[in-house]
Every structure is written in C-alpha cells, then in structure tokens.
Nanobody, 126 residues
Framework: QVELVESGGGLVQAGGSLRLSCAAS????????MGWFRQAPGKERDFVAA????????YYQDSVKGRFTISRDNAKSTLYLQMNSLKPEDTAVYYC???????????????????WGQGTQVTVSS
C-alpha cells in the first residue's frame, strides 16, 4: 500500500514557474518508479514525466521537455515536478503515481501505475 499526497498547485501567469511535490508513505519510496500525469478539462489523463527508482533515470512527454523537470528525494520520500515557462495549455489537474511493480521502463501507460494521489490543480493564465 502506498499513499500519495500532492501539493504545490496554484494559479500562475504564462511564463511563470511552479514546483509540485508528492509526499509518499507506506512503502520504501526508493524502490518505486514514479510518474506525473495531468488531466485538462474535458480531456483524458495524459502522461507528463517519469523517474526510475534505482538510478533516477527520467522520461518526458515531448511537449514538456526542456520546461519541466522531474526529480525525487528518497530520503524525504518525496517526488517533485519543477515546471518552468508555463503555458495556458499546461492548465490541468496534476497527479503523481507509483509504479510499484516496475515491469517496464520507461512507461507512460496509466495501467502500469497502481497508486495515485488525489491531484493538485495548476492553472496558467494568459
């Protein structure tokens, strides 16, 4: 069992930055591949970024490459998503997710992630 709690969302102007955090508990965080997803209004949930457990390898959706950075602090059991140069199209609810089985890397498939946070709203105004 893994519990995930996101924080750090909010309202920001286009071009601004936000850092999302995801606090994990219930299982050894350092052994879990982690990911961020987002869901914009009226759209399906999409993959944003992932980070591996052992070496911290990262994987990004093309639209966020160079603007977003996923990272983790295993000592604090916390996942981060630094978002820079934000655009109105980045507006969404952002979810962190845990892939506790780690069968495939890298993976952007929702079905590979078995625990999810409640989400945090990010709104980018133009």
């Amino acid at each position: 069992q893994v519990e995930l709690v996101e924080s750090g969302g909010g309202l920001v102007q286009a071009g601004g930055s936000l850092r999302l955090s995801c606090a994990a508990s219930g299982r050894t965080f350092s052994s879990i591949n982690m990911g961020w997803f987002r869901q914009a209004p009226g759209k399906e949930r999409d993959f944003v970024a992932a980070i591996s457990s052992r070496y911290g390898n990262t994987y990004y959706q093309d639209s966020v490459k160079g603007r977003f950075t996923i990272s983790r602090d295993n000592a604090k059991s916390t996942l981060y998503l630094q978002m820079n140069s934000l655009k109105p199209e980045d507006t969404a609810v952002y979810y962190c997710a845990a892939d506790t089985y780690g069968r495939n890397w890298p993976t952007r498939a929702e079905s590979e992630y078995d625990y999810w946070g409640q989400g945090t709203q990010v709104t980018v105004s133009s």
